[in-house]
């Protein structure tokens, strides 16, 4: 745990508004990455964002560092925060459900052929075929894609084990090239 | 890198998000300080009002385990007392006004008057004159049972005086004479006119119910006719 970490973690504690607005400024972006992915509109992700910080101030007596790091901390109250606004607001999403099991009977080969041509056309298919992912598989690749957060800190932020967090991202990639191979035909 | 065309697709889509808008953290603290003071707030209330809710049960205690107030100028026994101390005035008063001697010698006197002018009349018919013996002697025996049962009254009446103390009466049980009328609608009638009413009433109800019976006969009538 780096200085900066310790200080914001006491400052916090002591519910000091100058050290609040210190975390602000360092954790704030990184918070807003993780409820944005999650609650696309702005004004919703704002509200979140809100509730997120809101929730860290009033519960920092809560966090222990053995645990997880502040900023997985951070990492699980936004994902949680978000997961129960989605929920809540039970929002129409539109996303690939695969129910016929079709994705899982890909194999490694297969996937790894698609996913793995080095071309900007693989890589917009791939946007495309993101979009059309859950809105928490979503979160879980761009956590270990993007953030390369580790399956340990996955697992705890999704309040999860980390085999099955491997499990989820292994259906989550055949999943893509399932959404890739029909957006191609 | 395993899986570089992800990591590249994801690296734009997050490029592509919408920014953190810039007044945000600022809004965030207003709302946090607003939060602060509301709770502090609250954290007031919440110490006042246990001692608020004390201090209501407390006096809903004490008013259960208060004595009711006692008026001094009337109780039961003083009313009790008056009552009776009215009830021997009167009875002092009636023996004022009715003499017994008095009241005895005066029958006594007007019967013998009557009798003596009955005597005058009919002194010459001489068989009356036994009757007016007899007469004479009833209206002495007649005089002397009213003394008797006079004396006899006044002897209760002594008795009574004698044994209520001037200062001390006996209690007794109060009965309707003692309680004053305050109604006004029991002034309208007497005793002897609402015992008519009700047996008014009752004969009433008693015609009612004939008459009912008779139609209910008529009508059984008519129904089997028409059978």
Not at chain 1, 30 to 47: I, K, M, P
Not at chain 2, 168 to 197: F, G, H, S, V
Request: aromatic residues 6%; negative net charge; proline residues 4%.
């Amino acid at each position: 745990m780096t200085e900066t970490e310790i200080h914001i973690i006491e400052g916090l504690r002591q519910q000091s508004p100058k050290v609040q607005q210190e975390a602000l400024e360092q954790y704030g972006n990184y918070v807003w990455a993780q409820v944005v992915r999650l609650v696309t509109s702005v004004e919703d992700a704002e509200e979140v964002y809100q509730d997120v910080f809101v929730k860290v101030f009033g519960n920092i007596k809560m966090y222990d560092e053995e645990r997880s790091s502040f900023r997985t901390w951070l990492s699980r109250i936004a994902y949680n925060e978000s997961i129960t606004f989605l929920r809540r607001k039970r929002q129409a999403i539109i996303y690939f459900e695969d129910n016929e099991g079709q994705a899982d009977a890909l194999s490694e080969a297969e996937v790894e052929e698609t996913l793995g041509h080095g071309n900007e056309e693989t890589v917009q298919l791939i946007r495309a075929a993101i979009r059309h992912l859950p809105p928490d598989e979503q979160a879980i690749i761009t956590m270990f894609y993007y953030d390369e957060m580790s399956l340990k800190e996955i697992a705890y932020v999704t309040e999860t084990i980390p085999t099955t967090v491997a499990s989820k991202l292994s259906r989550t990639r055949k999943k893509l090239c399932k959404i890739i191979k029909m957006l191609q035909s | 890198m395993k899986d570089q065309n992800i990591r590249n697709a994801l690296h734009q889509e997050e490029q592509n998000r919408p920014p953190m808008p810039a007044d945000l953290n600022a809004r965030l603290m207003q709302r946090v300080e607003k939060e602060v003071n509301s709770k502090a707030e609250r954290k007031h209330t919440r110490i006042v009002w246990p001692w608020i809710a004390a201090a209501c049960v407390a006096g809903v205690i004490m008013m259960f385990l208060m004595p009711p107030k006692i008026d001094n100028t009337v109780s039961d026994e003083t009313s009790i007392a008056k009552v009776e101390k009215d009830s021997v005035k009167q009875q002092i008063e009636i023996l004022q006004i009715e003499e017994p001697q008095t009241l005895i010698a005066n029958v006594a006197k007007e019967r013998m008057n009557e009798l003596k002018i009955a005597k005058a009349k009919t002194a010459k018919e001489s068989d009356t004159s036994n009757l007016i013996a007899m007469t004479e002697k009833d209206i002495e025996t007649t005089a002397e049972e009213v003394i008797a049962t006079d004396s006899n009254t006044h002897r209760a009446k002594e008795t009574t005086y004698d044994n209520c103390p001037s200062a001390e009466p006996q209690p007794r049980m109060l009965t309707e004479r003692d309680i004053p009328i305050t109604r006004p609608e029991n002034y309208k009638y007497t005793k002897e006119e609402i015992a008519l009413m009700k047996k008014q009433a009752n004969e009433a109800y008693l015609k009612w119910v004939e008459l009912e019976i008779e139609i209910s006969k008529y009508n059984l009538e008519n129904t089997a006719e028409n059978r």
